[in-house]
């Protein structure tokens, strides 16, 4: 089973940018969907952004769409999420996760597609 490690969370100021890195144990990652989630103390799981196999393919929630931008470098084995413009309601853990298995359903953004979670990385948008 791949795993997959979150990286790059830290405290920021709002209007600030911030990149995570999402990065699989192996290669089979290549072959699934992945996907960035977050969570707030009382809350569920949020969808925040998905990529496809290739990378040909994105979807985002639109609390993010036009703010955060996901790519990945299937050689390297990772999936960023590039932030930009943050703001204090983009604060909690965010999570990666790759999609439960191999489908051609598109977007997928139910969390209960997905397995594999990482331990999730804190981002904290404060002044």
């Known amino acids: 089973q791949v795993q997959l490690v979150e990286l790059g969370g830290g405290l920021v100021q709002p209007g600030d940018s911030l990149t995570l890195s999402c990065v699989a144990s192996d290669q089979t990652v290549s072959k699934y969907v992945v996907g960035w989630f977050r969570q707030t103390p009382g809350r569920e799981r949020e969808f925040v952004s998905a990529i496809s196999r290739a990378g040909a393919l994105t979807d985002y929630a639109d609390s993010v769409k036009g703010r955060f931008t996901i790519s990945r470098d299937n050689a390297a084995n990772t999936v960023y999420l590039q932030m930009k413009w943050l703001n204090p309601e983009d604060t909690a853990v965010y999570y990666c996760?790759?999609?439960?298995?191999?489908?051609?359903?598109?977007?997928?953004?139910?969390?209960?597609?997905?397995?594999?979670w990482g331990q999730g990385t804190q981002v904290t948008v404060s002044s």
């Open positions: 996760a790759k999609e439960r298995r191999e489908s051609t359903i598109w977007p997928v953004r139910s969390q209960y597609e997905y397995d594999s």
